[in-house]
């Protein structure tokens, strides 16, 4: 009887696992749009650098679109930074940034950074040469540490830092420049020690997220906002220090504030006041929300943008650099000249 009971109770355990992973309700935002679970804690990385393999070649396939990514030899998907490096006959201009940086969403050819390098050739008669160093997954702190260890040798006049609000949950997870290990390693915070479970059950993510108040970054839901600002502080922080190097450097820095697709329209959310109430004000700093907030207040961002994937698309990524051309005019005319 007993022995009935309990093979009951498995077969039922089993069976709404089965219904919950059919079901889709509890797939992370990486699994919904790529397949795949990824690890947010205990990770160690064999540098203090984050990039794609160098010289990857990448059948890049999610649920939306499929392209083919080429990486150069510091993993960006970009030319050889070689060529950049050896150019002399151009005014150097770099872009730093996260997955909206490097273009995820669309191909090479229709990236923000390469709608402003056609903007900038066709409003200017100098020569300019932009280089995209956005890496998917990057954050301030990574892309400080790749313009000081790789690319502030090539002597660029321009660096521009693109950031959104996903930042936060990086820093969140990753921590700040602790991170950066004195044996060159670099590691992520010590998350929740059944985050192996986690990935492998959907019953114990349902557990986990509707009975103990976890959100998908394994964070309690009521120690959020405190980790929250304590990430945006560090965040702060970090961008005041790269604006300094930058000078130190005599390069012009800027950093572009931009909302996610998901973003847009939301005026009175919490975590978006907090991150431009923040870093707004900095003197380097250029909010975009408010200028893509108008232009989409008569347009659908559906039609800009992947439902699933969450990035632009390559009509919402030449938009966002039409954006950042006009208002990067606005803040300096010089920058291009």
């Known amino acids: 009887m007993v022995k009935k009971i309990i093979f009951s109770i498995i ?19 990486n699994e919904k749009a790529s397949g795949w679970y990824v690890f947010k804690y205990k990770i160690v990385n064999s540098g203090w650098l984050h990039t794609w393999k160098p010289n990857l070649v990448l059948d890049y396939k999610q649920a939306e679109f ?19 490096l050896k150019d002399t006959s151009s005014t150097k201009i770099i872009a730093i940034g996260d997955s909206f940086t490097e273009g995820d969403g669309t191909c090479y050819d229709s990236t923000w950074v390469k709608k402003l390098s056609f903007l900038v050739d066709n409003n ?39 950031l959104n609000t996903s930042d936060i949950d990086d820093v969140i997870w990753k921590g700040g420049p602790e991170r950066f290990n ?19 059950s959907h019953l114990f993510r349902a557990i986990i997220h509707r009975f103990l108040g976890y959100n998908e970054n394994l964070i309690k839901i009521n120690s959020i906002k405190e980790k929250e600002l304590n990430a945006i502080d560090l965040i702060g922080n970090q961008v005041k220090q790269t604006a300094y190097y930058c000078k130190q450097n005599n390069i012009n820095y800027v950093l572009l504030l931009q909302p996610c697709p998901a ?70 005319s010089t920058l291009f000249k």
């Open 182 to 200: 004195s044996d060159s390693t670099s590691s992520v915070k010590i998350g929740p020690k059944w985050e192996k479970v986690y990935k492998n």
């Open 124 to 162: 200017t008669s100098q020569k300019f040469n932009f280089y995209n160093a956005g890496v998917c997954g990057s954050d301030v702190f990574f892309n400080y540490q790749m313009l000081r260890l790789k690319l502030v040798k090539s002597n660029p006049k321009l660096v521009i830092e693109c």
């Open 263 to 332: 973003e847009i329209g939301m005026v009175n959310d919490e975590r978006q006041k907090l991150f431009l109430n923040k870093l707004s004000e900095l003197p380097f700093a250029i909010n975009l929300f408010k200028p893509l907030n108008q232009f989409y207040a008569t347009q659908s961002i559906k039609n800009f943008s992947w439902t699933i994937n969450g990035h632009y698309n390559s009509s919402g990524y030449w938009v966002l650099g039409n954006t950042i051309f006009n208002e990067m005019g606005k803040k300096d």
């Open 66 to 84: 499929r392209y083919t990514n080429l990486y150069n030899e510091l993993g960006h998907r970009e030319q050889p930074f070689s060529n950049f």
């Open 11 to 29: 077969l039922f355990l089993v069976f709404l696992e089965i219904l919950l992973r059919f079901s889709g309700k509890y797939l992370t935002n």
